[in-house]
């Protein structure tokens, strides 16, 4: 059930969340269509967990660019539960002392896809979140009333394409998918 692994969240001492990816790199724009509109019909992406014995699709047909668990390891977060943030998010990250998550975006994702495929010497804006769950509800939904702020944006200059963004005792390290590391002390967000 593990074919295309992406990322890795560790749920106990012999349990797992691994996301599955299809992503497949290709050269040329017919083949890269043709995986965008077909190979994600026939092989959807996926989030299995591995309790020690055996693994389960927990869940299907989502991208799950990055997982982590929240702060009291009830509930499993990706990127596709931050949409309406405004950024495409690459990672998430989770600060263990609040329990906030540290976001990765790309504001301007068609910058990013000109700077990967064409020109690695095109800009690519950068955005950090980071996303104050507040308390889970009874209705189902995770985290209704989470607030969102950005603690970071440049355009691209600094550091293109964030990818990643760690944040520990007030510093925060934000990974490029490309380019250098940004490290910044964060004084007030």
Partial sequence: MINFFLYLSFAGLDSFYVTNDNF??????????????????????????????KAIKAI???????IVMDKDERLVFTPDNLSGIGSFIDNINLDPVTGNFWVAGMPR?????????KNL???SPSQVFTLHPGKP?????AFPDYEVR??????????????SAIFYKDRLLIGSVFGNMVYCEVKFY
């Fill in 60 to 66: 299907v047909g989502v991208h799950p660019n990055g």
């Fill in 24 to 53: 497949f790199h290709f050269e040329s724009t017919v083949m890269r269509n043709l995986w965008a509109f077909l190979l994600n019909y026939w092989l959807p992406c996926n989030i299995v967990f591995f309790d020690g014995f």
């Fill in 150 to 163: 950005e603690v970071y944006m440049n355009d691209g200059k600094e550091v293109t394409g964030s990818s």
């Fill in 121 to 123: 010497s095109l800009p």
């Fill in 137 to 141: 509800s009874s209705s189902g939904e």
């Fill in 109 to 117: 994702l068609i910058d990013f896809i000109e700077h990967n495929q």
